[in-house]
Nanobody
Framework: VQLQASGGGLVQAGGSLRLSCAAS????????MTWFRQAPGKEREFVAG????????YYAESVKGRFTISRDNAKKTVYLQMNSLKPEDTAVYYC???????????????????WGQGTLVTVSS
């Protein structure tokens, strides 16, 4: 699966951004599509994920209630709507994809072989 992430930018605290991840290359009905982020000097961390076949959505505690992950089947695109942004949300955001992950491995970067190129989100205070 090839992934193309976009939508990052500079926003003030309290603002919103929507990230997009366009997928191509094969059918991925059994895939998990996920957003990770990596801040300077920190490890890559799980943000949100969903099962393409509609089996569920998952969120990091730090973004629950503020971020929403969704998909558009026709466009083969996954979105991350980010509201009430905070300076600590500043990071490079990556989309990733992998088939048939179970919950215990879904949040681990090492579970994914397919990654988008990353898009920078900067939240000013």
């Amino acid at each position: 699966v090839q992934l193309q992430a976009s939508g990052g930018g500079l926003v003030q605290a309290g603002g919103s951004l929507r990230l997009s991840c366009a997928a191509s290359g094969r059918t991925f009905s059994d895939y998990v599509m996920t957003w990770f982020r990596q801040a300077p000097g920190k490890e890559r961390e799980f943000v949100a994920g969903l099962r393409w076949n509609g089996g569920g959505t998952y969120y990091a505690e730090s973004v629950k209630g503020r971020f929403t992950i969704s998909r558009d089947n026709a466009k083969k695109t996954v979105y991350l709507q980010m509201n009430s942004l905070k300076p600590e949300d500043t990071a490079v955001y990556y989309c990733a994809a992998a088939p048939r992950l179970i919950l215990s491995t879904l949040k681990l970067p090492s579970s994914y072989n397919d990654w988008g190129q990353g898009t920078l989100v900067t939240v000013s205070s």
